[in-house]
């Protein structure tokens, strides 16, 4: 499967209109809104930060942080953020965990919304329950994060990092655990400056904290000790 990194209109509206393979674009950017006008044969989009998307025939749609989704015809969306923006025509079906509370606007009396049961970060995330777990952090150009602060935290490959005020039982942000997300690219929403890097940690299960109540970040998860394996490239490759 290919997969491409969509970052600006222009690079958009670049893509052909079919891809001789199963590709997935990834459309991502904090700063300015991309929007989605075409669809493309053979692929499907994912979509987060503040991308807003117009789905179209048979595409199909993850939508995560703050996008925005129309959708028409047979498009099929799945929802993982209470603070996205759905609106459904034709025959679109959109998939929502039991615990997101969304307001969906529904333009056709065909389009049907299907709730489905939330089984867990792992299930949500498609990340296997093993006993060790590789998940991801954005660190800065020196390995570093929460830099000049007194959270701050050293990230050297081959390093075991222990948190020393481990008590994740609070709000998903903030003190007294680490974060790490099950995607490279998801970490882009928490940082985003120049030479930052992507590490591949690995974590017990038993270090781990999931928040069950309507998490804000759905792909964000605490632990409290982990080894860093290795740099990486923003899809999880080891570089």
């Not at 296997?128 to 602060?149: L, N």
């Not at 903030?174 to 890097?197: I, L, M, T, V």
Request: glycine share 6%; charged share 25%.
């Amino acid at each position: 499967m290919a997969e491409i990194i969509v970052t600006t209109q222009a690079e958009l509206d670049a893509l052909p209109d079919k891809f001789s393979e199963y590709t997935r674009i990834y459309i991502q950017n904090t700063k300015q809104r991309v929007l989605v006008t075409k669809a493309w044969e053979n692929s499907s989009v994912v979509a987060w930060g503040n991308s807003s998307v117009e789905a179209w025939e048979n595409s199909s749609v993850e939508a995560w942080g703050n996008s925005s989704v129309v959708a028409w015809e047979n498009s099929v969306v799945r929802v993982f953020s209470s603070t996205i923006k759905l609106l459904l025509h034709g025959f679109s079906v959109a998939f929502l965990p039991i615990t997101i509370n969304l307001n969906i606007g529904k333009k056709s009396e065909h389009c049907h919304i299907q709730i489905v049961q939330d089984l867990g970060w792992f299930e949500r995330n498609a990340v296997e329950k093993t006993e060790k777990v590789i998940f991801y952090k954005k660190v800065s150009k020196d390995f570093k994060t929460q830099e000049g602060t007194a959270n701050e935290t050293l990230w050297l490959v081959g390093s075991t990092v222990d948190h020393p005020k481990w008590n994740p039982c609070g709000h998903e942000c903030g003190p007294g655990k680490f974060h790490a997300c099950s995607r490279p690219y998801f970490c882009d929403e928490f940082r985003n400056q120049q030479g930052d890097r992507y590490v591949a940690v690995e974590i017990g299960l038993t270090d781990l904290y999931e928040w069950k109540e309507n998490p804000r970040y759905p792909y964000k998860i605490g632990f409290k000790t982990g080894k860093v394996l290795y740099e990486c490239n923003k899809f999880g490759k080891q570089i």
